[in-house]
């Protein structure tokens, strides 16, 4: 039996800001998830973007190979992907598509969108989500910030928010039992960056395993609450706490249903430093990682996963 997981649930228009610091930093020293609601994304909107998204991956495979995963945006098809690096499987049993960072002007071309014929709407759809999730993360940094003992605008003051290298990505789980029962939608996996923000369309499958060194590993169910945005601590962030906060690992296991999800990883600008939070280290607990860039950690995680240069995800040259 797998034990279905009540995991606290933060709301990021509380006008008790210090409160709500408080029980972000329990959840993310507990569980590095956490539920998140008030967040400016409405239940209306996310169905457009669930119903544009099943769209596009109800299109001809063709037609999703037109846009082939270039510069880490595109679509990616079925058991392209692992997430789990150590994993010997043929692939993980979805399909992806990836939208990188429009607010940059300088690299905002190099994003890959359906055409307006194929698919009205849906640029402006995307584009919007990704809007609306940088707002909501913006916010939630800053509460990430109290929670920690920094100043609220302490990730803008690093230059985390300038430019961020953060990345939405549509997924599609087509739901077909495989003979293997082993078999996961997404295998085991910390997200590697700052913070990630979930919209699930209500199929369960998703669940965390809160001890990734006990064996054998106990898995729970993280239901979908109407509403709320999933967020989760990714490594980069448990390195800057210097393992305070959890980047917890995590899978989605098929039920048998068709699944959409959709995940935004709201990383820091690449040049941004990781550095061990004063607040997170002492004489008895010195920092267990040196400096980093973040594009330089991430451009590594990535390097490992997909084992090609040309699938970096960050611009080497910044
Ligand atoms: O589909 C989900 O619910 C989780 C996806 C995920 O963990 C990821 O894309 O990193
Ligand atoms: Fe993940």
């Given at each position: 039996?797998?034990?279905?997981?009540?995991?606290?649930?933060?709301?990021?228009?509380?006008?008790?800001?210090?409160?709500?610091a408080?029980?972000?930093r329990?959840?993310?020293?507990?569980?590095?998830?956490?539920?998140?609601?008030?967040?400016?994304?409405?239940?209306?909107?996310?169905?457009?973007?669930?119903?544009?998204?099943?769209?596009?991956?109800?299109?001809?495979?063709?037609?999703?190979?037109?846009?082939?995963?270039?510069?880490?945006?595109?679509?990616?098809?079925?058991?392209?992907?692992?997430?789990?690096?150590?994993?010997?499987?043929?692939?993980?049993?979805?399909?992806?598509?990836?939208?990188?960072?429009?607010?940059?002007?300088?690299?905002?071309?190099?994003?890959?969108?359906?055409?307006?014929?194929?698919?009205?709407?849906?640029?402006?759809?995307?584009?919007?989500?990704?809007?609306?999730?940088?707002?909501?993360?913006?916010?939630?940094l800053s509460l990430i910030a109290l929670s920690l003992n920094l100043e609220e605008d302490y990730f803008e003051k690093i230059?985390a928010?300038?430019?961020?290298?953060?990345?939405?990505?549509?997924?599609?789980?087509?739901?077909?039992?495989?003979?293997?029962?082993?078999?996961?939608?997404?295998?085991?996996?910390?997200?590697?960056?700052?913070?990630?923000?979930?919209?699930?369309?209500?199929?369960?499958?998703?669940?965390?395993?809160?001890?990734?060194?006990?064996?054998?590993?106990?898995?729970?169910?993280?239901?979908?609450?109407?509403?709320?945005?999933?967020?989760?601590?990714?490594?980069?962030?448990?390195?800057w706490t210097?393992?305070?906060?959890?980047?917890?690992?995590?899978?989605?296991?098929?039920?048998?249903?068709?699944?959409?999800?959709?995940?935004?990883?709201?990383?820091?600008?690449?040049?941004?430093?990781?550095?061990?939070f004063e607040s997170c280290?002492?004489?008895?607990?010195?920092?267990?990682?040196?400096?980093?860039?973040?594009?330089?950690?991430?451009?590594?995680?990535?390097?490992?996963?997909?084992?090609?240069?040309?699938?970096?995800?960050?611009?080497?040259?910044?």
């Open positions: 039996m797998v034990a279905t997981l009540s995991l606290p649930i933060i709301d990021l228009s509380s006008p008790h800001r210090l409160s709500t408080n029980s972000i329990q959840a993310c020293v507990e569980y590095g998830f956490f539920y998140l609601v008030n967040h400016g994304v409405d239940t209306d909107f996310v169905s457009k973007v669930f119903d544009q998204s099943c769209k596009f991956f109800s299109l001809p495979v063709q037609r999703k190979m037109d846009l082939a995963r270039k510069e880490y945006r595109g679509y990616t098809p079925l058991y392209a992907e692992t997430l789990d690096p150590t994993s010997l499987s043929k692939g993980d049993p979805k399909e992806t598509y990836y939208i990188g960072p429009i607010e940059d002007t300088s690299i905002a071309h190099l994003n890959q969108w359906p055409s307006e014929e194929l698919l009205p709407n849906w640029r402006p759809t995307m584009k919007s989500l990704y809007w609306k999730l940088l707002a909501a993360g913006k916010s939630l230059g928010l300038n430019k961020p290298a953060s990345f939405l990505r549509l997924l599609h789980y087509p739901g077909e039992l495989g003979s293997d029962e082993q078999i996961c939608g997404a295998s085991p996996h910390s997200d590697y960056g700052m913070i990630t923000l979930l919209m699930t369309d209500g199929v369960p499958g998703l669940q965390i395993c809160k001890d990734k060194v006990n064996q054998p590993q106990v898995w729970e169910d993280v239901p979908h609450v109407e509403g709320a945005l999933i967020v989760n601590i990714g490594d980069m962030m448990e390195r210097n393992c305070l906060y959890r980047s917890t690992l995590h899978r989605v296991m098929p039920t048998g249903k068709e699944r959409y999800s959709v995940a935004f990883f709201f990383d820091p600008a690449s040049d941004c430093v990781v550095e061990c280290c002492s004489e008895s607990s010195p920092p267990r990682f040196s400096p980093i860039r973040s594009g330089d950690y991430l451009n590594e995680r990535f390097r490992l996963t997909y084992g090609s240069e040309k699938d970096l995800k960050c611009d080497l040259s910044s």
